[in-house]
């Protein structure tokens, strides 16, 4: 084969072998661009539709599902931290759609549920998702769905165990003593891998 067909025939860094950009092949870019792309949007309608917040709305997802919790519980369940639960909370206690309850036996804990008030605009919201959620999946069969949601549920099951702190130390960007990235950590050989 000669040096010019050689050329022809090589993947250039930014594509992959399916003419698409070679970030693509990344699980951890395509997860992260997908849920940016989702919340930015879900903010918009669910801001402009019925005046309330993506995190404020996740919680009354959350609510609708498992209930009386605690503001921690909630927040392990949507993978968020604590504070931003709590402006959620504090959102929604002011507008009536949650009650929130002290539990007698430590004045510390309280627990939350919706309100009635609560659950009519979580039914209201619910089915606008549902719509956006069926459009948004209609790019898969029935098959295809059961499968994604395995794949995802197994993955986030997963991710406890998963110890970033055993990353050898040369892949976390440490500096050698000439206070350059040690070789392997600039080269990257694994291009489908993204700091994500």
């Known amino acids: 084969m000669s040096l010019s067909s ?11 072998s399916d003419n698409k950009p070679a970030y693509r092949n990344s699980v ?19 801001r402009e539709a019925f005046d309330i917040g993506l995190t404020e709305w996740r919680l009354m997802w ?19 931290d604590k504070g931003a639960v709590s402006r959620a909370l504090a959102g929604l206690d002011q507008r009536g759609l949650v009650k929130i309850i002290s539990n007698p036996a430590d004045g510390r804990e309280r627990t ?14 619910s089915a606008v998702a549902k719509i956006r959620q069926k459009a948004l999946l209609s790019i898969y069969s029935a098959e295809e769905c059961e499968l994604l949601k395995d794949l995802l549920a197994r993955l986030l099951d997963h991710i406890p165990c998963v ?17 350059r990235a040690p070789r392997a950590a600039r080269r990257s050989s694994d291009r489908n891998v993204a700091a994500w």
């Open 62 to 80: 959350v609510l609708g599902h498992e209930a009386p919790i605690t503001a921690a519980t909630a927040s392990h369940i949507m993978g968020t």
């Open 163 to 179: 110890n970033d702190d055993r990353v050898p130390a040369a892949h976390k960007g440490q500096k050698t003593p000439t206070g």
């Open 6 to 16: 050689r050329k022809a025939s090589a993947t250039p860094f930014t594509e992959a």
């Open 112 to 125: 939350i549920e919706l309100s009635t008030a609560g659950w009519r605009l979580h039914a209201r919201i």
């Open 28 to 46: 951890p870019y395509l997860i992260g661009a997908i849920a940016n792309l989702l919340s930015a949007r879900g903010a918009r309608l669910y």
